[in-house]
C-alpha cells in the first residue's frame, strides 16, 4: 500500500520539471502521468506536448527508467475534427499521432468530452454481468430480491459508475440513455418485469436511481468535495475559477453542482460547506478511560412498551455514581432532513443545571444534529472554571448512531465534529476523570431525556446559516433532491396514482413467482391479464375486430372467407 506513495515522493521531481513548460497542466497518480498542454493553435498545442514529453523522456533517462513510448497516447480536444489529424509528437522514439478516444485511469476520454466511447464500452462491461445476473433468478426459483438488489447495486451498477464523478455529470443526454438502457436491463431481471413496463414504473419498483438521478447526485457531490478542501488546493482552484469553455455544448461538475445547490438552497443564502478532517488521530491513540455502552437490557429494544423501556434505563443509571456530572444530549431534525438543532442539560454534582443549545445547519440528520449537541455539552463544560474533576461524567445519548460512530474510536473519525469531541473527551480523561457513555430509549419518559429533546426543538429555530454543512449531508440531500424531481415528472397513470409521490419497497415474504407478480400489477404490466394476452397474440377471440388496436397481433390474422 506504500508503494504509490513512495513512488509519488520519488516522482515529485519529474512535477517541477515539467511545471517549467508553458500552457502545461500534469496530472499524476502514482506511476500514471499525463499532461495537458493547451495553446491558441493546433500547431502551439502540439510544440508544447512535444517539449512536455521531451521532459519526461530526459527525467526518465536521468533515473534510469524506460518511457513505453509504444504505449503513450495523445487526444486533441477540439471542436474542429481537422485538428485531430493534425497533431504527431515523438516519445522516446516512438510516433504518437493523435486518436479519436484516450484512456486514462480507466475512463475513455474523447475529443469533445461527450463520454460516448466510454459509455459504449462500458455497455460492453455490462451486458455479461446482466446476463450472470439473470441466471441468477427464474420465474419460480432463484435468490430473493434483497439478493438481487444487492448484487444488481454492487455488480452491475458499480460497474456503470466507475469513476462516475469524472465522466457522468459532463456525458450528453443521448449517451447517459445508453447507460439507462443497462440500468433497466438489471431492472427487469431484479422484479421480473415485462419489456413492454413503462421505464418510470420498472426503475422505481426496482429501487434502482437512473443515470440522470446519478449526474445531479454525482454534480452536487463532486462540488461539495472540492468546496470542502483548503485554500490552495488544486480541485478546489478548479472548482473557484470561472475559465472560458471552449466546448459550449459540454457540461460538467463545475456547471451542475450550483444548480443543484441553489435546489437545496432555495432562498439567497449559499450552501456553506464544512471543511473536511485532514489530520486524523494517529491510529496506536487510544480513548482513554472513556467507556461506551449501547443497550440497557432486552427491555430497551423499540418492540417493548415505554413502560418496560424506561424502567429497564432506570435500572442502568442506577448502577452510575449518583454524585456524577451527567449530560443529557439529544438532536432534532425537521423531516429528520432540515433545520437541525441539539440540546443538552448538564446536572452538576451539587445539582446546579445549565442548558445547552446548538444549531447543527439547515441541512442536517437527527446523528449529525446529537453530535453538535454533545460537541456543546463537552465546551461548555470544560470552559467552566473551577468545575469539579474528581468526579466521574455520565453522558447519556439517544443515538445509537453516534454512540457507534464514536465508539471506533479517535483514529476512525471522518468528520470535524466527531474528532473534536474526542479531543474534548480525552482532554477530560487526561486528568483522571473516568468518562462513561449510555445509550438511552428515546421517548419514554425519562425526565432529562425529554428536556434534550426540548432544548433540541427549540435549537433547530436558532439561525442556520452560519452553521457549515458537511460532504455526506450534502450528498444525501441532493440524492433526495433528484429522487424528488424525477418522482413529480412521472407520466399519469396507473402506478401514479397507486404510489404518488412515494417510492415502492421490495416485495418481502413471498416466493419469487408471487413476487413478480406483483411487481408486475403495481406497474401495470401483468403477464397473467387477459387483455395483456390478447394484445400480444396469446388469446385470440372472435370478437377481436372490436378491439379498437390496429397492433393488435390477434386483430391482424388473416381471417377465411366462407
Given at each position: 500500500?506504500l508503494?504509490p506513495?513512495?513512488y509519488?515522493?520519488?516522482?515529485?521531481?519529474?512535477?517541477t520539471?515539467?511545471?517549467?513548460?508553458?500552457?502545461?497542466e500534469?496530472?499524476?497518480y502514482?506511476?500514471?502521468?499525463?499532461?495537458?498542454?493547451s495553446?491558441?493553435t493546433?500547431?502551439?498545442?502540439?510544440?508544447?506536448?512535444?517539449?512536455a514529453?521531451?521532459?519526461?523522456?530526459?527525467?526518465?533517462?536521468?533515473?534510469?527508467?524506460?518511457?513505453?513510448?509504444?504505449?503513450t497516447?495523445?487526444?486533441?480536444?477540439?471542436?474542429?475534427?481537422?485538428?485531430?489529424?493534425?497533431?504527431?509528437i515523438?516519445?522516446?522514439?516512438a510516433e504518437?499521432?493523435?486518436?479519436?478516444t484516450?484512456?486514462?485511469?480507466?475512463?475513455?476520454?474523447?475529443r469533445?468530452?461527450?463520454?460516448?466511447?466510454?459509455c459504449n464500452?462500458?455497455?460492453?462491461?455490462?451486458?455479461?454481468?446482466?446476463?450472470?445476473?439473470?441466471?441468477?433468478?427464474?420465474?419460480?426459483?432463484?435468490?430473493?430480491?434483497?439478493?438481487?438488489?444487492?448484487?444488481?447495486?454492487?455488480y452491475?451498477?458499480?460497474?456503470?459508475?466507475?469513476?462516475?464523478?469524472?465522466?457522468?455529470?459532463a456525458?450528453?443526454?443521448?449517451h447517459?440513455?445508453?447507460?439507462?438502457?443497462e440500468?433497466?436491463?438489471?431492472a427487469?431481471?431484479?422484479?421480473?418485469?415485462?419489456?413492454?413496463?413503462?421505464?418510470?414504473?420498472?426503475?422505481?419498483?426496482?429501487?434502482?436511481?437512473?443515470?440522470?438521478?446519478?449526474?445531479?447526485?454525482?454534480?452536487?457531490?463532486?462540488?461539495?468535495?472540492?468546496?470542502?478542501?483548503?485554500?490552495?488546493?488544486?480541485?478546489?482552484t478548479?472548482?473557484?475559477?470561472?475559465?472560458?469553455?471552449?466546448?459550449?455544448?459540454t457540461?460538467?461538475?463545475?456547471?451542475?453542482?450550483?444548480?443543484?445547490?441553489?435546489?437545496?438552497s432555495?432562498?439567497d443564502e449559499?450552501?456553506t460547506?464544512?471543511?473536511?478532517?485532514?489530520?486524523?488521530?494517529?491510529?496506536?491513540q487510544?480513548g482513554?478511560?472513556?467507556?461506551?455502552?449501547?443497550?440497557?437490557?432486552?427491555?430497551?429494544?423499540?418492540?417493548?412498551?415505554?413502560?418496560?423501556?424506561?424502567?429497564?434505563?432506570?435500572?442502568?443509571?442506577?448502577?452510575?455514581p449518583?454524585?456524577?456530572?451527567?449530560?443529557w444530549?439529544?438532536?432534532?431534525?425537521?423531516?429528520g432532513v432540515?433545520?437541525?438543532?441539539?440540546g443538552?442539560p448538564?446536572?452538576?454534582?451539587?445539582g446546579?443545571?445549565?442548558?445547552?443549545?446548538?444549531?447543527?445547519?439547515?441541512?442536517c440528520?437527527?446523528?449529525?444534529a446529537e453530535?453538535?449537541?454533545?460537541?456543546?455539552?463537552?465546551?461548555?463544560?470544560?470552559?467552566?472554571?473551577d468545575?469539579?474533576?474528581?468526579?466521574p461524567i455520565?453522558?447519556?445519548?439517544?443515538?445509537?448512531?453516534?454512540?457507534?460512530l464514536?465508539?471506533?474510536?479517535?483514529?476512525?473519525?471522518r468528520?470535524?465534529?466527531?474528532?473534536?469531541?474526542?479531543?474534548?473527551?480525552?482532554?477530560i480523561s487526561?486528568t483522571?476523570?473516568?468518562i462513561?457513555?449510555?445509550?438511552?430509549p428515546?421517548?419514554?419518559?425519562?425526565p432529562?431525556?425529554?428536556?434534550?429533546?426540548g432544548?433540541?426543538?427549540e435549537?433547530?429555530?436558532?439561525?442556520?446559516?452560519?452553521?457549515p454543512?458537511?460532504?455526506?449531508?450534502?450528498?444525501?440531500?441532493?440524492?433526495?433532491?433528484?429522487?424528488?424531481?424525477?418522482?413529480?415528472?412521472?407520466?399519469?397513470?396507473?402506478?401514479?396514482?397507486?404510489?404518488?409521490?412515494?417510492?415502492?419497497g421490495?416485495?418481502?415474504?413471498?416466493?419469487?413467482?408471487?413476487?413478480?407478480?406483483?411487481?408486475?400489477?403495481?406497474?401495470?404490466?401483468?403477464?397473467?391479464?387477459?387483455?395483456?394476452?390478447?394484445?400480444?397474440?396469446?388469446?385470440?377471440?372472435?370478437?377481436?375486430?372490436?378491439?379498437?388496436?390496429v397492433?393488435?397481433?390477434?386483430?391482424?390474422?388473416?381471417?377465411?372467407?366462407?
Open positions: 500500500m508503494a506513495t513512495l509519488t515522493l520519488w516522482a515529485a521531481d519529474l512535477i520539471a515539467l511545471r517549467s513548460v508553458p500552457g502545461t500534469i496530472f499524476m502514482a506511476d500514471d502521468t499525463a499532461t495537458l498542454s495553446g491558441a493546433i500547431e502551439q498545442a502540439g510544440r508544447r506536448a512535444q517539449q514529453a521531451d521532459t519526461i523522456s530526459a527525467w526518465a533517462d536521468r533515473w534510469k527508467m524506460r518511457v513505453a513510448g509504444e504505449k497516447q495523445a487526444l486533441v480536444l477540439s471542436q474542429w475534427a481537422r485538428d485531430a489529424s493534425r497533431l504527431s515523438r516519445v522516446a522514439g504518437v499521432t493523435g486518436g479519436t484516450l484512456r486514462l485511469l480507466g475512463v475513455s476520454f474523447d469533445l468530452l461527450h463520454f460516448g466511447a466510454h464500452e462500458l455497455r460492453k462491461k455490462v451486458r455479461p454481468r446482466t446476463a450472470h445476473l439473470r441466471r441468477m433468478t427464474g420465474r419460480r426459483w432463484g435468490l430473493t430480491e434483497r439478493q438481487l438488489r444487492t448484487v444488481a447495486n454492487g452491475v451498477r458499480g460497474a456503470l459508475e466507475y469513476a462516475a464523478g469524472a465522466w457522468l455529470p456525458a450528453s443526454e443521448s447517459l440513455t445508453l447507460v439507462d438502457r440500468l433497466r436491463a438489471a427487469r431481471v431484479v422484479t421480473g418485469c415485462l419489456a413492454s413496463t413503462p421505464s418510470h414504473a420498472l426503475m422505481a419498483e426496482a429501487g434502482l436511481p437512473t443515470a440522470h438521478m446519478c449526474r445531479d447526485i454525482r454534480a452536487a457531490r463532486q462540488l461539495a468535495l472540492a468546496a470542502s478542501l483548503p485554500a490552495g488546493d488544486p480541485l478546489r478548479l472548482a473557484d475559477s470561472s475559465p472560458p469553455r471552449r466546448l459550449a455544448a457540461l460538467g461538475w463545475r456547471d451542475r453542482g450550483p444548480e443543484m445547490f441553489a435546489r437545496l432555495p432562498g449559499p450552501l460547506i464544512e471543511e473536511r478532517l485532514h489530520v486524523s488521530a494517529p491510529p496506536w487510544d482513554g478511560e472513556v467507556s461506551f455502552h449501547l443497550d440497557v437490557g432486552p427491555d430497551g429494544s423499540r418492540d417493548r412498551p415505554p413502560e418496560l423501556r424506561r424502567r429497564a434505563a432506570e435500572e442502568r443509571l442506577e448502577s452510575f449518583a454524585d456524577a456530572t451527567w449530560i444530549s439529544d438532536g432534532s431534525a425537521e423531516e432540515h433545520r437541525g438543532g441539539g443538552a448538564i446536572v452538576t454534582p451539587v446546579v443545571t445549565r442548558e445547552v443549545r446548538v444549531a447543527a445547519g439547515r441541512l440528520s437527527s446523528t449529525r453530535l453538535f449537541a454533545l460537541k456543546a455539552a463537552l465546551e461548555d463544560l470544560t470552559s467552566t472554571p468545575r469539579d474533576t474528581t468526579r455520565i453522558i447519556c445519548l439517544d443515538s445509537k448512531a453516534a454512540l457507534a464514536l465508539k471506533n474510536g479517535p483514529a476512525a473519525q468528520t470535524p465534529v466527531a474528532a473534536d469531541i474526542w479531543k474534548a473527551l480525552q482532554g487526561a483522571g476523570q473516568p462513561q457513555l449510555q445509550w438511552v428515546a421517548h419514554c419518559g425519562l432529562l431525556n425529554e428536556r434534550a429533546d432544548l433540541a426543538k435549537a433547530s429555530a436558532l439561525p442556520q446559516e452560519d452553521t454543512i458537511d460532504v455526506t449531508t450534502v450528498t444525501r440531500a441532493a440524492a433526495r433532491s433528484a429522487s424528488a424531481r424525477w418522482r413529480e415528472a412521472w407520466p399519469d397513470g396507473w402506478h401514479k396514482e397507486i404510489w404518488g409521490s412515494r417510492l415502492p421490495p416485495v418481502e415474504g413471498e416466493d419469487r413467482c408471487s413476487a413478480i407478480d406483483v411487481h408486475q400489477l403495481r406497474a401495470g404490466h401483468w403477464s397473467c391479464s387477459e387483455q395483456y394476452l390478447h394484445r400480444i397474440g396469446r388469446r385470440p377471440s372472435p370478437g377481436c375486430e372490436q378491439c379498437g388496436s397492433r393488435c397481433p390477434a386483430g391482424g390474422r388473416a381471417v377465411p372467407m366462407g
